[in-house]
Structure formats: structure tokens, C-alpha cells
């Protein structure tokens, strides 16, 4: 009897144990191991870093860019090591670049750049904020360097394109549409910026050939279509120009002074 | 004597209608020669790519250094007919 009942009570004491372990609770953020003032300093700065993190992508992710940027300025100013304080730059810039302070984007992603020399999403965003507030001599030198390490990047070779054609080097342009569409030759986007720079040399033939390219493949590509009847009319192709630029008058979907223009084009040529 | 005098005036008058009329139709040509220039415009510049969480541009989840770095036009997130 002594046995039996000895042997009941381990069996009940063993479920127990068991029970009470499946009851502990795994503690969510470990206490510090340290008393050090420093290493406690250290570890809150790194916990307030993640937190602004949180706080500013949450922001960015709903349009609110006014409050995602003291978020990133927070963390700029306690000057976290990479990558926080070059990820911390960019997201600042793409803040301020939402809110038209293009300057201090401008400054961001340089300073993102600046701290991760090979970051090339703050080289692209930093190249289409310079063509927004107009510097082109940034946005190329930008461009090279992104080019340089991104040799065959379809977003390097747009950009350096575009910032070419708008300083007037349209050899960089041919030579950067030319390599884009190496890569991508249904891009009618970049066959409509090669016609551009060869309009602009005068290169009316080839020039022509990339329009009627880039609008067999996006038809309802009016911007292309005017410079197609632009093109024609210099070749002195005048009943053809003069049914593009009809083409594009008429197209409802098309951008209002466009088709303005183009109905004042058509109507001022006189076919013999 | 008064006929000479209305010749003259008349003369002057044709010739500034003429002169003002070819100014009018230069400056006219000009204007239509800008305003073609004005429309054979590059395309939109890339969009900003988009906020990069705290772990920075290194790794498989990155999405905007990935466009940046990308080879084909969909992955950069470049600009489409469409919208250019």
C-alpha cells in the first residue's frame, strides 16, 4: 500500500512539473546585463533609434510627410553608425523632397551618399530632385558616378539620358538611350529620347525611324506623335505631319496644350 | 504737285505694310518654331524610389536599391508611355 501510494504521488508530481513548465512566460525585452552608465545610455539611444525608425516609416507609408522628417532628423542627430545614419539621410530626403523642400533633399541623400559612397537608390533619388530644382551640373556628375557602379542599371542610364539631353549633350544621350534599349528594346520611352537628341542634330531620318518605333509600341503615345509630325514637317513631309498633328488634336486622352498646339499646327499647313 | 505729295505718302505707307507684315510674319515663324521646340521636350524624370527600413540598402529585402541596380525597365520603376 505504502508503495502504491508512493508511486501515485511521483507520477502526480511528475504531470505537475510538467504542467508548470508549459506555464512559464518567455520575458519579451531581456533586462540589461549591465550597470554601466555608458553601455545603459548606448542601449536606450538604440532602442530610441529603432522606435523614430518605426514612427517615420509608418508616416512615409501614409503620406505623411511632415511628420516622418523630425523622425529622421531625430535619428541624424544622434548619429548612429551605417547604416542607420545614411538610411536615416535618404528617408529624411524623400521626406523633404514630398513636402518641396528640394534643397534640404538635395542635402539628405548627398549626406546619404556621403556616408554609404556606393548607395545608388540615394544617387537616383538625388538625380531626379536636382532636375527638379534645376541643377544639372550635380545631377551628371551624380550620373556618372552611378553609371560607373551600375554599368548596366536601366534607371542609370535614363537618368544620365535625360540629364544629358536637358544640358545639350546629345552624343551622352544617344549613347545612353542607345545602351538602355540594348538591354530593353521594347522601351518606347527611350526610343521617343533617342528621336529627341537625333531631332536636335538633325538627324531627321533616324530621328523619324525611333518614333515610328516608340509608337508601335504605345500607340496612344501623343507626345511621340507630335514630335513625329514635328520630324516630318522638317523633312518636308507636310501631308504626313500634318496627319500627325491631326492624329494628336484629335486624341481625347491627350494632354489639353499638346493637342492645342497640334491643332493649330495642322491648321497652319497648306498641302499643295 | 499735290498728287506727287499723296504718291509719296502712299508709298510710305505700302512699304511700311510690307515691312511690318514680313516682321509680323518672322516674328510669327519664330513663335511656331519655339513653340515646336517647346513641345520636343525629354521625358519625365524617374520617380523617387521608395523609404528603406533601418537594417539599410544591403539585402535581399531592399526593394528601392534593387530597382536602382536593376536591368530591366519594370524593375527600375522607370516611367511609361502612358504617363511621359
New interface residues.
Partial sequence: MTVRTLAAALIVFAASAGIGGAQTYGSGTPPPRTTDVHALRALAQARE??ER?EIG?GA??QGAWAAAAPEFERIIALRPG???F???N??AG?AY??LGRLDDAARAFRTAIGG?PE???A???L???D??RGDLREARAVADR?ITL?P?????L??R??VA??QGDTAA?RVSFGR?LQ??PQ????H??LA?AQ??DGRYAPAEQELRI?LD??P??S??R??LG?VL?REGKRAQARAAFDAVARDPGGDVA?RN?AG??RD?ITTP | MSRLWARIVLSGVLLITVCGGAAAGIAGASS?ES??EG?????A??????????????GWA?K??Q???????R????????A?
Fill in positions: 533609434i529603432h525608425f516609416l512615409e507609408r551605417e547604416p542607420q545614411s538610411t536615416a535618404y528617408d524623400i523632397a514630398h554609404d548607395f545608388l537608390a544617387m537616383a533619388n538625380i531626379s530632385v532636375l527638379s552611378f551600375a548596366d542599371s536601366a534607371r542609370a535614363y537618368s539620358g535625360i539631353l536637358r544621350a538602355l538591354s530593353d522601351y518606347a520611352l527611350a521617343y529620347n529627341i531631332t536636335r516608340a509600341l504605345a496612344s503615345y507626345r511621340a507630335f514630335a514635328t514637317l499638346l498646339l493649330a499646327m497652319a | 511656331v513653340a515646336l513641345a520636343l521636350q525629354p521625358s524624370a524617374p520617380a523617387l524610389l521608395g523609404p528603406i527600413t533601418e537594417a539599410g540598402r544591403k531592399c528601392p536599391e530597382a536602382a541596380a536593376a536591368r530591366t525597365v524593375q527600375a520603376e522607370l516611367p511609361d508611355a502612358a511621359p
